[in-house]
């Protein structure tokens, strides 16, 4: 079995979790493309959703699966949150933002009482941090931003290259929110969550990719079948 089908193993576990009249936050990334798809064939079989997608690219999808859409704007709460990683440690702490997408992502998680992560399980790690770890920044003020990261790394015990992320086409990566990513390769990250607070004081950083006690469940899918593991 393939990667791709995996990944669509982990989409169709979470969509057990989908009930009648749900409010859904729409991840971001190739593993929640396949949970858009499904739940587009549940929506065209008659179920009743409703969904806020954490992107351009998840809004375009899940209109052209028929999956109805709202904001954050007209309702506050949403039920479930079902989105990828680019990590996840044993305390279901992920790293995210591979994609870009990482601040409509935590701000769709945060909202929900309930997220759920997708993933094969070559995103489970014992430490996270051995993919670079997105930071969104403002462009103004870049050099004084990434010296506060910098000092934020070594208060924290941590260390590594920043690098202002680019395009295909080699100019500059801009997000959603019209904002650009700092990926810092730090190799593994020393207390997390210490890091994910100092990151989020820093005047100039809009948000960073450490989401910390966010996630409740991780559906991974192997060779061997499918895994749940619940936060402790």
Not at 106 to 125: E, T
Not at 148 to 154: P, Q, R, W
């Amino acid at each position: 079995m393939n990667m791709d089908e995996l990944k669509r193993q982990a989409a169709a576990r979470a969509l057990e979790h989908v009930r009648d009249g749900m409010k859904l936050g729409l991840g971001t990334g190739s593993t929640a493309k396949h949970f858009v798809e499904l739940l587009g064939e549940r929506v065209r079989a008659g179920l009743n959703v409703v969904g806020v997608p954490t992107s351009e690219a998840t809004r375009i999808d899940a209109i052209r699966c028929g999956i109805p859409l709202t904001t954050l704007d007209d309702i506050d709460r949403l039920d479930l949150t079902v989105d990828g990683a680019d990590e996840i440690d044993p305390a279901l702490n992920l790293i995210k933002g591979g994609g870009g997408a990482l601040l409509r992502e935590k701000i769709v998680a945060a909202a929900s009482d309930r997220m759920i992560v997708i993933a094969d399980d070559s995103k489970w790690v014992a430490d996270l941090g051995r993919f670079p770890l997105p930071v969104e920044v403002i462009p103004f003020g870049l050099a004084a931003t990434q010296h506060a990261i910098g000092k934020a790394f070594a208060e924290s015990g941590n260390s590594g290259q920043m690098v202002v992320r680019t395009g295909k086409d080699g100019h500059v990566f801009v997000t959603d929110g019209g904002h650009w990513i700092v990926d810092a390769h730090l190799g593994r990250i020393a207390d997390a969550p210490r890091l994910a607070g100092l990151l989020a004081v820093i005047p100039g950083v809009v948000d960073h990719g450490l989401f910390i006690g966010l996630a409740g469940m991780a559906i991974l899918a192997g060779s061997q079948g499918i895994r749940v593991v619940e936060r402790p």
